[in-house]
């Protein structure tokens, strides 16, 4: 019997770990969706919460914009991936790395890239009932992997996680999408703070 309660407990604390992640960014300005699929809960052959599909769309504002000519941002779409894992030397410290095509297009031209990038999510170690969590990414393709009219592609972000829930997350926190062209080197997509929330399921 406490070997069936055993195994029935290993399953159910898996089956949470894996989860995928829905979550919304917003401020006065802009919309930030974003959809995370844990490729575990789909493949037996691959860790749980360990191979992320990683989808987006954003629409930047002007206001938070530089791009050539004045023009106003279009929608900003993303697929990729990320292979994560936690940290056997930092317990709470997850660390991943991936790769993602950006496209958004303009007037006359577009702004395409295939940047490369890391991201981390840290559970700061505090004894309190509501968890917090730090976290950021950072994507960088240089010419060779940007198309178009793009020379570069650079993205940075970093946020605080409130967690109220177990599935449930409220987050903040500061994002940068810079896209020089050939006809604007300093042109960004968006540079902003922002407000939002995550849920997982």
């Known amino acids: 019997m406490l070997k069936k309660l055993l195994l029935g407990t290993l399953l159910l604390s898996s089956t949470a770990y894996a989860m995928h992640e829905f979550e919304l ?26 191979f992320m599909l990683k989808a987006r769309l954003m629409k930047s504002d002007i206001d ?4 050539p000519d004045g023009q106003v941002p ?10 994560q894992s936690t940290s056997a030397m930092a317990p709470g410290l997850m660390m ?7 496209y958004t297009p303009l007037d006359n031209q577009s702004i395409s890239a295939l940047p490369i990038g890391v991201v981390t999510d840290y559970t700061l ?3 309190i009932v509501i968890p917090l969590h730090i976290g950021g990414q950072f994507y960088y393709a240089p010419e060779v992997l940007a198309f178009e009219r793009s020379t570069r592609y650079m993205e940075y972000q970093a946020n605080v996680d409130v967690q109220l ?11 940068g ?25």
């Open 25 to 50: 960014n917003i401020n006065n300005k802009d919309l930030d969706l974003h959809l995370s699929l844990d490729m575990g809960q789909f493949n037996d052959t691959i860790e749980p919460d360990s």
């Open 64 to 67: 938070n914009a530089r791009l």
């Open 74 to 83: 279009d929608v900003l779409g993303e697929l990729g991936f990320v292979v």
């Open 96 to 102: 991943g790395m991936g790769l993602k095509l950006v």
């Open 125 to 127: 170690p505090l004894d």
């Open 165 to 175: 829930m177990e599935r449930g997350l409220i987050t903040m926190g500061y994002r």
């Open 177 to 201: 999408i810079e896209t020089p062209t050939k006809d604007q080197t300093n042109a960004y997509y968006n540079r902003s703070y922002f407000v939002g929330f995550k849920f997982k399921f």
